[in-house]
């Protein structure tokens, strides 16, 4: 990645955890909306592996 941004963050074991759990949120989210989108929505049943394939995540 050409801009590619690393941040160092010491934080407290709740604070590391509470964060991971909020960006795993987020992931879902935002993979659920992709997984929904309309180019999949009619996908029938079976098939959405090998169109995912196509765009894998």
Do not use: S
Request: net charge negative.
């Amino acid at each position: 990645m050409a801009n590619a941004v690393i941040v160092t963050a010491q934080l407290p074991q709740a604070e590391a955890q509470a964060l991971l759990e909020a960006l795993r949120e987020q992931y879902r989210l935002r993979l659920n909306e992709y997984w929904y989108d309309d180019q999949y929505r009619f996908v029938a049943d079976g098939h959405h592996n090998g169109r995912a394939a196509v765009w894998p995540a």
